[in-house]
């Protein structure tokens, strides 16, 4: 194997790189609302929102089947209306690796959120500044340690996305064969040589995630230790 | 001048607080937990009481509809939080800047040499001491050039020596400001040495207490009538 296609990692990375940037859009302000916000039936929404983590990805896959398929609810619509197919598709991918990883974001930023110190916020009403610039300038830097632990895990998460993956997207090489389900098939064919360059690739991304991480946290626990 | 005339339930008491503040020190002096600091967050527009009316000058604040009182941003309320709330992730600059308003005419570096933090301004708040964290909140809250301070425990958390020049320095700024300070303390020394007024709060009930000289109250005539027998 001299020149290895490296088609997998480029999608794996493109589908991480989309599902987060969603993720972590939806995920604190999801996050950011519900934690200030008291209604009837929060904790079973909360819930709802945290399933996939205690799931197995195959019964996530088939809820997005019966949702997304040609004959779901939002797949039918979306192909009558958008032309889009969602199923074998690589956006099929990013709504698995979305769906997977919105938990961990939703955790980490409501964390976050309920962490900081509501009287910096209301110091902050009381000089003056809008919502918007409340948040802008006291929530969310304050939040941002959380908040990016929350991106790191989801991309991680996204990068390492299978169950669901090969439920929604399948295995069309060149096409929706990310990194594990190439690994999968790979080895399912028994090119085990293939199946360990892409293991030890995804293992590097891991490491290197986790360990910047690791480092990261704790730089600004750092820079915030003694704020009180 | 200040009007407060509010109620609120909380959950050991009904909250009643009657009282008005002029361009003076009033003080709302009593144990932890008698509903001292609900009576600022409700001045400032932090939390709503059920019913009453509060009123600054001409601007209603709240006239029993909690939806529809006027938001914290729009009453111009200095507030100094009882451990400072400094924003942890900005420099002491930054800190008094959030809050000052465009165009001001404020001679800030006299502020800041007046309460000699003027050397602070690259510090970060936990690289600051008690008493410096306690200035700053000062002058941040005051940057913003309130019709009213309020003040949660300001002193609680300094030595008794940096304590007292704090309160000097607390006279020394109502002289030059002369808006009406409303100052909570459980410390009946603080109370006596700072306030005009002394208020004081009891399960939910606010009375006034006569403090050094009579002349220095200026109660609303409503309460003098309440507590000396009710009225008609």
Redesign the interface.
């Known amino acids: 194997m001299n020149h290895p296609d490296l088609t997998p990692l480029l999608l794996s990375l493109k589908v991480a790189a989309v599902s987060t940037s969603i993720v972590f859009v939806a995920g604190l302000l999801i996050a950011r609302f519900l934690t200030r916000k008291h209604f009837w039936g929060k904790h079973v929404l909360e819930s709802f929102l945290l399933l996939p983590l205690v799931l197995p990805p195959t019964v996530v896959g088939f809820g997005l089947l019966l949702l997304f398929g040609k004959n779901g609810m939002l797949g039918k619509w979306l192909a009558e209306w958008f032309g889009v197919q969602v199923v074998f598709s690589l956006t099929g991918a990013v709504i698995a690796s979305v769906v997977v990883s919105f938990p961990l974001m939703y955790q980490s930023a409501a964390a976050a959120f309920s962490g900081i110190?509501r009287?910096?916020e209301?110091?902050?009403?009381?000089?003056?500044?809008?919502e918007w610039r409340v948040f802008w300038?006291?929530s969310f830097?304050?939040a941002w340690p959380g908040l990016l632990a929350g991106f790191v895990l989801s991309f991680a998460r996204g990068l390492g996305e299978f169950g669901a993956t090969l439920m929604l997207a399948g295995y069309i090489p060149g096409k929706t064969d990310t990194i594990p389900v190439a690994i999968y098939f790979a080895v399912e064919a028994g090119q085990m040589d293939k199946a360990l360059f892409w293991v030890i690739v995804i293992v590097s991304l891991g490491m290197g995630t986790t360990m910047w991480l690791n480092w990261w946290s704790r730089r600004s626990v750092r820079r915030?230790?003694?704020?009180? | 001048m200040l009007y407060v005339d509010i109620q609120k339930r909380l959950p050991d008491y009904v909250l009643h607080a009657r009282f008005t503040a002029k361009d003076e020190i009033v003080v709302l002096f009593g144990p932890s937990g008698s509903g001292k600091t609900t009576i600022l967050n409700c001045v400032?527009?932090?939390t709503h009481p059920d019913a009453g009316l509060i009123r600054l000058s001409d601007t209603v604040f709240f006239d029993g509809h909690p939806k529809k009182a006027l938001?914290?941003?729009?009453?111009?309320?200095?507030?100094l939080?009882q451990?400072y709330?400094l924003?942890?992730?900005m420099t002491v600059e930054q800190n008094i800047r959030?809050?000052m308003?465009k165009g001001t005419n404020l001679r800030l570096d006299e502020l800041l040499a007046s309460v000699g933090i003027d050397r602070l301004l690259d510090k970060y708040?936990?690289q600051l001491s008690g008493g410096q964290k306690q200035r700053v909140a000062l002058v941040?809250a005051l940057a913003?050039e309130p019709d009213i301070l309020l003040l949660d425990e300001p002193l609680s958390a300094l030595d008794a020596d940096t304590r007292r020049q704090c309160q000097d320095e607390l006279l020394r700024l109502h002289e030059m400001w002369r808006i009406p300070f409303l100052l909570v303390t459980h410390d009946r020394e603080e109370a006596e040495r700072l306030g005009d007024v002394i208020l004081v709060t009891e399960n939910g009930q606010v009375h006034p207490q006569h403090p050094q000289s009579e002349n220095r109250t200026s109660l609303h005539a409503g309460i003098e009538r309440e507590s000396s027998g009710g009225r008609s």
């Not at chain 1, 915030?224 to 009180?228: E, G, L, R, S, V």
């Not at chain 2, 938001?71 to 507030?79: I, K, L, T």
């Open positions: 110190d009287r910096y209301d110091a902050a009403r009381t000089m003056g500044a809008s300038t006291i830097p304050l915030f230790a003694n704020t009180k | 400032a527009g932090l938001p914290p941003q729009r009453r111009n309320v200095g507030y939080f451990d709330a924003f942890p992730h959030y809050g308003k708040p936990h941040r913003t």
